[in-house]
Nanobody, 120 residues
Framework: VQLQASGGGLVQAGGCLRL???????????MGWFRQAPGKEREFVAG????????RFGDFVKGRFTISRDNAKNTVYLQVNSLKPEDTAVYYC????????????????WGQGTQVTVSS
């Protein structure tokens, strides 16, 4: 399964972006977003169940991000608001049948990532 992440860019602190992840069979998978900053480990950002009825977020999110999906369009979205410089990272989407959302090993396939850079 091929995933295509998009929507990243350069924004000022306090700004927002909407990241998208598209894939032909995405509608059959639980989906997650991870991020990785230079020199740091990959970090769980958010996850959403196949139906969209169950969502999870990393502890650092604190209500700033939302995750949603449109299975008819085979697309998952991550709305990132109130961005901080420490949110700067490459954001990856991933899919699979997930039990432990924050474990990257739970996900079977990954997109190529989209860069988010937040300036102070």
């Amino acid at each position: 399964v091929q995933l295509q992440a998009s929507g990243g860019g350069l924004v000022q602190a306090g700004g927002c972006l909407r990241l998208s992840c598209a894939g032909r069979t995405l509608s059959t998978s639980d989906m997650g977003w991870f991020r990785q900053a230079p020199g740091k480990e990959r970090e769980f950002v958010a996850g959403i169940s196949l139906s969209g009825g169950n969502t999870r977020f990393g502890d650092f999110v604190k209500g700033r991000f939302t995750i949603s999906r449109d299975n008819a369009k085979n697309t998952v979205y991550l709305q990132v608001n109130s961005l901080k410089p420490e949110d700067t990272a490459v954001y990856y989407c991933a899919g699979g049948r997930v039990i432990y959302w924050s474990r990257s090993s739970e996900y079977d396939y990954w997109g190529q990532g989209t860069q988010v850079t937040v300036s102070s």
